[in-house]
């Protein structure tokens, strides 16, 4: 039915309150034409919800594409799991859903297929989410009101790697953090397959400063597209167009 291809999303984790550069979520807009879909996990203290962050939180998933969560700190492992699987799922879904309207015509959708056939498709999808390459950019808020919970951060993105170390797809993932120490936004982890390195980086992160949300999202769509251009010059004649994922 369609390629095995590359899934891209972008896992932002943040408390809110951008305050510096491109307005986050035309960024994330921008990314989600690229093919990429954000999601944002919004990480709040037990005391303090605030209305603002959670409007620029949901906004921003919702122009990516993705989807959005508030948590609490504590709770913050199995959410980055259940976000970045639950967002696979929709976006394969959305996928499907375009393969259906080609083969059904316009206005058919996974929802209105009989029972049976609902049933063959949603396995369908399952399949993908396991057999699909993932690729995430993982985007962390270090301002100060992040500080705190960095600790937090790293073991949720540990126990994501775990969690999708049984899918057959290869996983990868690249860390970037904002702000960085001298600039917008610092990469902290090239693309690798595995986040143990995780453990050397977070202790030598600088907390502080504005929140540049809209450039991490920004410096994030560049980094995927520049991947993407080196494995076209790697693989010129076999290579897979991934924007139709």
């Known amino acids: 039915m369609m390629r095995k291809g590359t899934l891209k999303q972008i896992l932002l984790l943040t408390d809110g309150c951008s305050n510096h550069g491109e ?24 005391s303090v919800i605030d209305q603002e ?3 620029e939180i ?17 709770q913050l492992s199995q959410t980055v799991q259940m976000v970045t ?11 499907v859903n375009q393969e259906l309207k080609h083969i059904l015509g316009k206005s058919a959708s996974i929802e209105e297929l009989p029972p049976e056939q609902r049933g063959e498709i949603i396995e369908v999808v399952d399949e993908l989410g396991e057999t699909v390459n993932l690729e995430i950019l993982i985007l962390v808020d270090t301002s100060a009101s992040m500080g705190p919970k960095l600790e937090t951060v790293k073991e949720a993105l540990f126990d994501l790697s775990i969690s999708l170390n049984s899918r057959i797809g290869n996983n990868e993932y690249a860390l970037f953090i904002f702000p960085g120490k001298t600039s917008d936004v610092d990469k902290i982890l090239d693309w690798t397959p595995k986040l143990e ?18 450039p991490a999202i920004k410096a994030a769509i560049q ?19 991934e924007q139709s994922m």
């Open 85 to 95: 699987r639950k967002a696979m799922t929709q976006t394969l879904q959305g996928v």
């Open 53 to 55: 962050a959670m409007k």
């Open 197 to 214: 390195s995780l453990s050397s980086v977070f202790p030598k992160l600088t907390i502080g400063g504005m929140t540049p949300t809209g």
């Open 223 to 241: 980094y995927f597209s520049q991947k993407r251009s080196f494995r076209r010059m790697l693989i010129d004649d076999e290579y897979l167009d």
């Open 23 to 46: 307005d986050p979520i035309a960024m994330a807009a921008l990314a989600n034409e690229h093919g990429i879909t954000v999601n944002v996990i919004g990480v709040v203290e037990e």
């Open 58 to 74: 949901e906004g921003i998933a919702a122009s990516g594409g993705g989807v959005s969560q508030v948590v609490y700190a504590h």
